[in-house]
């Protein structure tokens, strides 16, 4: 399937990357077919990032089909998930592609649309917060030896703890929720990269860096539960 040549949003490339695969005779594909078929169709998009032409980028993938965003292909119905990391083309999203095929705008619902414009306002603009974590030595060689930090001192040198009064745990979920709200803006923007929203020059950050940013966060609270699992710290206090 060949649609005509005209700006598409990522999710609708992922239909359309859905929709290629259904008709190649893949009535059922795994998150990293589909990844593959996205690639395939916008490289600059979906490529890894300094190797796009060459590798596809899973996370960045995933970002649009995970989650609770309106736009999502998943949550419009256009694929459906049958099992762990499995998809299908559902019958909605056949003939949703196909008017994007025949360059007929798709319609989504006015409650997602309202929801989608207001959902970055929910952060006023998360980049210098996120610059300033992104930035840490901790996460950087997190992302070199997925075994560090090994001690809860450096765990709490990342979080800037001694810069707040907030409890490690209300800190690591404040940090937590500016990523996702800077995420969100990204894909509402369908921007690749987070700027400073005021305009002034600023070092972009790329949405992989959020995602992993992210992983980093999850890796923190399973290594040091005791501090950072808001379960492990209620039962800790009793």
């Known amino acids: 399937m060949v649609a005509p040549e005209r700006k598409l949003t990522a999710s609708q490339?992922?239909?359309?990357?859905?929709?290629?695969?259904?008709?190649?005779?893949?009535?059922?594909?795994?998150?990293?077919?589909?990844?593959?078929?996205?690639?395939?169709?916008?490289?600059?998009?979906?490529?890894?990032?300094?190797?796009?032409?060459?590798?596809?980028?899973?996370k960045r993938v995933m970002m649009e089909i995970m989650g609770q965003k309106s736009h999502s292909p998943v949550q419009q119905k256009f694929?459906?998930?049958?099992?762990?990391?499995?998809?299908?083309?559902?019958?909605?999203?056949?003939?949703?592609?196909?008017?994007?095929?025949?360059?007929e705008p798709l319609k989504p619902e006015p409650v997602n649309r309202t929801k989608a414009v207001e959902k970055p306002a929910v952060v006023k603009d998360p980049y210098d917060v996120i610059k300033a974590f992104i930035s840490r030595t901790e996460f950087r060689r997190w992302q070199d030896n997925p075994a560090e930090p090994r001690d809860w001192t450096g765990a709490a040198r990342f979080l800037a703890l001694s810069e707040t009064e907030l409890e490690p745990v209300d800190r690591l979920t404040e940090v937590r929720d500016a990523v996702k709200a800077a995420m969100d803006w990204c894909n509402d923007q369908e921007a690749v990269y987070l700027t400073r929203r005021s305009g002034t020059s600023s070092n972009p950050i790329h949405v992989r860096d959020l995602a992993e940013l992210l992983d980093f966060l999850q890796a923190l609270v399973y290594r040091f539960p005791e501090y950072l699992d808001r379960t492990s710290v209620k039962f800790r206090r009793r």
């Open 13 to 58: 490339v992922i239909l359309l990357a859905a929709a290629d695969l259904a008709e190649a005779g893949n009535q059922e594909f795994s998150e990293w077919d589909l990844t593959v078929a996205a690639w395939t169709r916008d490289r600059f998009r979906f490529g890894l990032r300094g190797f796009a032409q060459t590798y596809p980028d899973h």
């Open 79 to 103: 694929i459906e998930k049958i099992r762990p990391n499995y998809y299908r083309l559902t019958e909605l999203g056949q003939t949703a592609a196909q008017r994007l095929l025949h360059g």
